[in-house]
């Protein structure tokens, strides 16, 4: 519970991570194609925005790989459940993968999993975080898409080391 916070939107929790995070000039790596409103939190805090394609089983995990050997990554924000505006869905095995090569890299992973509750069929979809052995996933989340469109209202679960200086910036954004 102490590393949930809510947030307004899933939005606001990117952009908060965006902020403690990144510098002026770091790199950061997006699906290619994203959600364009990452790309514009991204380029606010002076991202250096990069691309890694992906398929019908979501990121390209080599290609991402092959992008990590290059100058130094922040994080990698991805949306690993119905990904906008592609809605392909990450495949187990391209979990897994992905979450090895965030923990021998030390790479930070930003989930956006702000559709995970509209499935209909099945089992729901886990969260990369559920099983992030490692604290290497930022989770975002939002209410927005299922109870209230009108309404910004969403969380972000970060691991141990950040909750100090979200719970900083948090307050210091809107007093909350």
């Keep these: 519970a102490r590393r949930i916070f809510v947030v307004s939107g899933s939005q606001q929790g990117l952009d908060l991570i965006a902020r403690l995070l990144v510098a002026p000039g770091d790199r950061v790596l997006v699906e290619a194609p994203t959600y364009t409103g990452a790309y514009v939190v991204l380029q606010e805090v002076g991202a250096r925005v990069e691309t890694v394609p992906l398929d019908d089983e979501g990121i390209d995990v080599a290609a991402l790989e092959a992008a990590l050997e290059r100058d130094p990554v922040r994080f990698l924000y991805l949306m690993p459940c119905y990904q906008n505006p592609t809605g392909v869905s990450l495949s187990a095995t391209r979990r897994t993968q992905l979450l090895d090569l965030a923990h021998r890299r030390g790479l930070a992973i930003v989930e956006d999993h702000y559709t ?61």
Excluded: N
């Excluded at 886990?126 to 989770?139: E, K, N, S, T, W």
């Design 116 to 176: 995970s509750q509209l499935h209909y069929r099945g089992a729901v979809p886990r969260p990369l975080l559920a099983d992030d052995a490692h604290g290497r996933v930022i989770q975002l989340g939002t209410f927005s898409k299922i109870l209230f469109p009108g309404l910004r209202l969403g969380w972000m679960v970060v691991p141990d080391e950040l909750r100090r200086p979200v719970r900083r910036l948090r307050w210091a954004t809107d007093l909350s």
